[in-house]
């Protein structure tokens, strides 16, 4: 939970609570001098403000507060798993993209491009709508009348549905020592003949390096409302707006991989509907330009502070920002 908020805390249920560091009242924090402070927006509010989205270039949080919101729809959720055949591939995009600027705060996307074993290119998609079941199943008509390799609509109380999304596979992807080698972009919206061209490049590069045989295209597509509720200047994470979150997640890193996520990444950022680049830090792969992670308008600020509260550097394994 604690490690989730540093960066921001992007999640399925953002568009009705916000993201994580909006629910955070406080910290008590291990500064570079083995101070222990207390930070909040009454506690050092200049740092509070850089701990919400850089949180990891400051020190060391032992002890964390955040608000806790009632239940909503009393706890009650609507899981819908999905596994397609990758020929698909465009009318799944089609629908993602009827979504453009108009997702139901409720409703939370989350999609894998994946090379399955058995069935070769498929698509998987997980929905979640924390309300009621015949409400969610409305805005999924669509995927209903799609012929499909699997299924499994179930209605969840919420600290159940992490387990269970993905027809449960999740927690075989965070089997330690399991190499990870991400490139992501956040985006506006989906643009259809972008993720068409993605696709039948990552089903050939399955195809033709065999290292990379698993490799995916994870697609996350949370609704920004109650994100923008809070004012941009409010906490240092830049990308309020972001509808869209994509990670390109090879299992091997070489030439080949690097080449051809280098070549994808700025397609994305072309026809992302930004005009720029822009990267969730907690998703970066590292390499990326200090503007593209924090963003140009607050650097300067997350500089003063980093020169202010780590002058030594000590805080810089992670995206670390610049001393001056």
């Known amino acids: 939970m604690v490690g989730g908020s540093l960066g921001a805390g992007v999640g399925k249920y953002q568009g009705v609570h916000g993201l994580i560091i909006d629910a955070l009242e406080s910290v008590k924090l291990v500064?570079?001098?083995?101070?222990?402070?207390?930070?909040?927006?009454?506690?050092?509010?200049?740092?509070?403000?850089?701990?919400?989205?850089?949180?990891?270039?400051?020190?060391v949080i032992t002890e964390a507060t955040y608000q806790v919101y009632d239940l909503t729809n009393n706890g009650s959720v609507l899981n819908a798993d999905f596994e397609f055949a990758g020929n698909l591939n465009q009318t799944f995009f089609e629908f993602l993209a009827s979504f453009n600027g108009k997702l139901p705060p409720k409703l939370a996307l989350f999609g894998v491009l994946a090379n399955d074993a058995t069935n070769g290119p498929t698509i998987l998609l997980n929905a979640v709508y924390i309300g009621p079941q015949d409400e969610g199943l409305a805005y999924l008509q669509p995927l209903l009348e799609l012929p499909y390799l699997r299924r499994n609509i179930t209605q969840l109380t919420w600290n159940t549905v992490f387990d269970a999304h993905m027809f449960g596979s999740i927690a075989a992807t965070c089997?330690?020592?399991?190499?990870?080698?991400?490139?992501?972009?956040?985006?506006?919206?989906?643009?259809?003949?972008?993720?068409?061209?993605?696709?039948?490049?990552?089903?050939?590069?399955?195809?033709q390096h065999p290292a990379a045989a698993n490799a995916i295209l994870s697609i996350e597509v949370f609704s920004p409302q109650k994100v923008l509720t809070v004012p941009d200047g409010e906490t240092a994470y830049p990308w309020r707006d972001t509808a869209v979150q994509i990670i390109l997640n090879f299992p091997v890193n070489d030439d080949t991989v690097t080449n051809f996520a280098e070549k994808w990444v700025p397609e994305f950022t072309e026809t992302g509907g930004f005009?720029?680049?822009?990267?969730?830090?907690?998703?970066a792969h590292g390499d990326e330009s200090l503007e593209t992670k924090y963003g140009k308008r607050k650097l300067p600020r997350l500089t003063a502070l980093k020169t202010k509260w780590d002058p030594h550097g000590l805080f810089s394994f992670n995206n670390a920002l610049p001393i001056h």
């Open 275 to 283: 005009n720029e680049s822009r990267v969730y830090v907690s998703y």
């Open 175 to 207: 089997i330690k020592g399991n190499p990870q080698n991400n490139w992501s972009q956040g985006l506006a919206g989906i643009d259809v003949p972008t993720f068409v061209a993605y696709y039948n490049a990552l089903a050939d590069l399955w195809t």
């Open 31 to 59: 500064t570079g001098t083995g101070e222990l402070i207390t930070v909040s927006k009454h506690q050092e509010p200049d740092l509070f403000w850089g701990l919400r989205g850089a949180g990891f270039n400051f020190g």
